[in-house]
């Protein structure tokens, strides 16, 4: 059970460094990428030839894409409010 989630969180930590990457960057060397994703340079670029990121084998850099979306945007303002609002009121209690 421990392991399966540090590894679901190192996972999380990679997409959140992949998006901030994304944001972050228009172009980036495929070494800098692998440092700031936790990742061997290989997989680092397959992970973002796997996010349509266009890579120049070339010049060892990475075009990252902008998503269209936060991987946190599953809910609104309000209700990432509320849910904080309930927990605080629990523990409260």
Known sequence: MGLQAFNHFIE???KR???LVSHAYSS???DDLATFVG???EQAVLAATEQGWKVDAGSHM???CRPSSSPNQGASSEDQLY???EF???LEN
């Open 88 to 90: 605080v009121s629990f």
């Open 17 to 19: 460094a992949v998006y």
């Open 39 to 41: 990742m061997p340079v």
């Open 83 to 85: 849910k904080l609002t």
């Open 62 to 64: 990475v075009k990252p």
């Open 12 to 14: 999380n930590v990679r």
């Open 28 to 30: 980036i060397s495929m």
